[in-house]
């Protein structure tokens, strides 16, 4: 069993930055392929960011690409979601997730996710 568990939320101006992290536990997150997806309130979750098993390759939601990097410490058995330009529209609560697809394009379906952590609370002020 994989456990994960996300931090790194907090209230940050329009602008600002964060660095969200995912530690994963139990087993070598390198066999997954790793997400983040989000969900503001009253809206469905959506896709963000995933990387590839072992952190080799990205994908990135349009509305985050260009600002939002994804990345992968294998060492550490963690993965990074380093957010610069925060919009209001970023506010919601981000989820990690992780996948035995290790790539192409399911990496991009929350369907495909078999183990998520319990989320932390990103909001951006006007």
């Known amino acids: 069993q994989l456990q994960l568990v996300e931090s790194g939320g907090g ?3 329009a ?8 530690a994963a536990s139990g087993r070598t997150a390198t066999r997954y392929a790793m997400g983040w997806f ?4 009253g809206k469905e979750r959506e896709f963000v960011a995933a990387v590839s098993c072992g952190g ?12 939002f990097t994804i990345s992968a410490d294998n060492a550490k058995n963690t ?3 380093q957010m610069h330009s925060l919009k209001p529209e970023d506010t919601a609560v981000y989820y990690c997730a992780a ?27 006007s």
């Open 11 to 13: 209230l940050v101006q």
């Open 15 to 22: 602008g600002g930055s964060l660095r969200l992290s995912c």
């Open 38 to 41: 989000r969900q503001a309130p």
């Open 56 to 67: 080799g390759i990205a994908g990135y939601a349009g509305s985050v690409k260009g600002r």
């Open 79 to 81: 993965v990074y979601l």
């Open 99 to 125: 996948t035995r697809v290790c790539a192409g394009s399911d990496v991009y379906t929350e369907n495909s996710y078999n183990y998520w952590g319990r989320g932390t609370q990103v909001t951006v002020s």
